[in-house]
């Protein structure tokens, strides 16, 4: 069964702090997307990561991509209340046709 | 601007009517997607479709049906049949039907008594 693992599922943590969200698969894929949702609303894109290695920075959000381990991770510096969302990974799996699955979502709540 | 809109927002519906969830992309993607979301859960599939007048099941098709009569448009209908219809439901859309990233639209709130 193909799937996608985030972890942790709920992280609440200190303004000012670092922390990593992880996202493991279990299928074959060489790209992987991270995705922001805030409560209520629609999933917007943060990051696409295309290759082994891959790594993308945003402001205080750093995503890097390891397709021999299956693993992404979403690193967060200093972080501030504004980044309270929910986070998804999603993998396009590249065995057989194409299928785009989610992660379970990392919900994360910064205290201020 | 380029993008997916859907409407309505929320939608109200009694227990045992079908209703439709409209879905317009200007953005000149081939593939369309339906996603249904439940509180605090990830995201499921319900319908997909690559091109116009197809499309596929996707993991939870029981009690849904789609058409794609033209390219911008991929409208979903809640049937009766649907056991647990009360969700959000995102329509997201791509180049095509392979590795490309997906573009969600604003998502339509239904609640179903």
């Known amino acids: 069964e193909l799937k996608v693992e985030q972890n942790p599922l709920f992280l609440s943590m200190q303004e000012g702090k670092n922390y990593t969200i992880y996202c493991n698969y279990s299928t074959t894929s060489d790209r992987l997307y991270w995705y922001r949702q805030d409560p209520g609303k629609s999933l917007e894109s943060l990051f696409v990561l295309l290759s082994n290695g891959a790594v993308k920075q945003e402001g205080r959000l750093m995503a890097s991509l390891d397709t021999k381990a299956r693993l992404s991770t979403l690193h967060i510096t200093a972080a501030v209340h504004d980044l309270s969302a929910t986070y998804f990974c999603?993998?396009?799996?590249?065995?057989?046709?194409?299928?785009?699955?989610f992660g379970t979502g990392t919900r994360l709540k910064v205290l201020a | 601007d380029g993008g997916i809109t859907q409407s309505p927002k929320y939608l109200f519906r009694k227990e045992g009517q079908n209703v439709t969830l409209s879905c317009e992309q200007n953005?000149?993607?081939?593939?369309m997607y339906w996603y249904r979301q439940d509180p605090g859960q990830g995201l499921r599939l319900i319908y997909y479709?690559?091109?116009?007048?197809?499309?596929q099941k996707g993991d939870i098709a029981e009690g849904y049906s789609v058409s794609r009569e033209k390219k911008e448009s991929f409208p979903l209908t809640v049937t009766s049949a649907q056991k647990n219809p009360t969700a959000f439901y995102l329509c997201?859309?791509?180049?095509?039907?392979?590795?490309?990233?997906?573009?969600f639209g604003p998502g339509t709130r239904l609640t179903v008594t």
């Open positions: 999603a993998v396009v799996t590249t065995s057989g046709t194409y299928k785009y699955i």
């Open positions: 953005l000149n993607h081939d593939a």
């Open positions: 997201a859309s791509s180049i095509d039907r392979g590795s490309y990233e997906q573009y």
């Open positions: 479709s690559q091109i116009v007048n197809d499309f």
